[in-house]
């Protein structure tokens, strides 16, 4: 069987320049495209890529998608800011063709993933729930995207239950963190942090705490491989590995 031709978008940067070394090192993968912030996508089109990869920014990420989904290449998307309404964008263009293969992932560290599945669960179970999430002081975005995803999950999983109780009335310097999907968090940077999350959950006389630590970058790698060569067989618009790692 020949090689994937992959493409990786964002190139450059510290992700990016990742990936790459590790597309190189894989014998099932062939690595065609190196782009950046200003190159032209046509490359992609031109090297006749079989999947791009997208670690790009906000900023520029629903241009390339729009692209990815026009020229009909398997995208793996690993850029933060994709919002819940972007998402709805980003199925609707896909389901304007029927060749459109994207996979949207907030974090591809395996264990990252299972701290999700594992809140989720537990979830239905206790009154309280917060979410702490700690990364480097580079990173552009707070909260994180895995863990806007993290509370999505949660807040699914509790539907139907009474709201979280906090009897907060004054809070001028949002020392609270931010909500999202019912759910609050709370964003630490700091140097020498990679990527860590914690949820923490709180019912009558008990505390119960999921956290998952990524040490360094290089835990992502294996679940940015997975991606890379299952997003082919994939429909439309997928969000997570989930789906890839616990299929149905």
Request: hydrophobic letters at 45%; aromatic letters at 4%.
């Amino acid at each position: 069987m020949d090689p994937l031709r992959v493409g990786v978008v964002g190139a450059r940067g510290r992700m990016g320049s990742m990936v790459c070394d590790t597309v190189c090192k894989d014998s099932e993968c062939e690595l065609v495209a190196e782009l950046d912030l200003g190159d032209s996508l046509e490359l992609l089109v031109q090297q006749r890529c079989n999947v791009v990869v997208d670690f790009t920014s906000p900023d520029v990420v629903m241009d390339n998608i729009a692209f990815y989904i026009r020229h009909s290449i398997p995208a793996v998307i690993g850029t933060s800011g994709i919002t819940e309404e972007r998402l709805e964008n980003i199925q609707l263009w896909a389901s304007q063709r029927n060749s459109s293969r994207i996979i949207i992932v907030p974090n591809f560290s395996v264990g990252a993933v299972l701290m999700t599945h594992f809140a989720a669960l537990a979830a239905p179970y206790f009154e309280s729930v917060e979410i702490i999430e700690m990364h480097h002081p580079d990173k552009i975005d707070a909260p994180s995207g895995t863990a806007v995803y993290a509370a999505g999950k949660i807040s699914e999983a509790r539907a139907g239950m009474p709201a979280i109780p906090d009897a907060t009335l004054h809070d001028p310097g949002h020392a609270r963190g931010s909500m999202e999907s019912g759910i609050t968090i709370h964003s630490v940077r700091l140097r020498g942090l990679v990527a860590h999350q914690e949820v923490l959950f709180g019912g009558a006389g008990e505390t119960l705490s999921i956290r998952h630590d990524s040490l360094a970058r290089d835990s992502f790698m294996p679940g940015v491989l997975l991606a890379i060569k299952e997003v082919g067989h994939l429909d439309g618009v997928t969000m997570g590995l989930e789906s890839l790692l616990f299929p149905r």
